[in-house]
């Protein structure tokens, strides 16, 4: 499985993004999809999770303010941010959950000025 993440950049406090992960290869294999983050020195931690059936989990943090939304036709999960604050600068990372493997993509920055 490979993913590629994409919509990541520079927004104002107060603003919006939206990431993208679209997924290649074997893709019926696919469970779960998630996004984590990683801010700088800080260690990765789960932002939110999808289920195959659609089923949703947040980190507090994010809760209220992000939604995770998947595309099952198109092999895509999204993140969208609203409310975002400065806090959430980090690096986004997309993961598919498979047995018995997790694939991860390279990351997406997001960088939110106060």
């Known amino acids: 499985v490979d993913l590629v993440e994409s919509g990541g950049g520079l927004v104002q406090a107060g603003g919006s993004l939206r990431l993208s992960c679209a997924a290649s290869?074997?893709?019926?294999?696919?469970?779960?999809m998630a996004w984590y983050r990683q801010p700088p020195g800080k260690q990765r931690d789960m932002v939110a999770t999808i289920t195959k059936g659609g089923n949703t989990n947040y980190a507090d943090s994010v809760k209220g303010r992000f939604t995770i939304s998947r595309d099952n036709a198109k092999n895509t999960v999204y993140l969208q941010m609203n409310s975002l604050k400065p806090e959430d600068t980090a690096v986004y990372y997309c993961?598919?959950?498979?047995?018995?493997?997790?694939?991860w993509g390279q990351g997406t920055q997001v960088t939110v000025s106060s």
């Open positions: 290869g074997s893709v019926f294999s696919i469970n779960a």
């Open positions: 993961t598919a959950e498979t047995v018995p493997y997790d694939y």
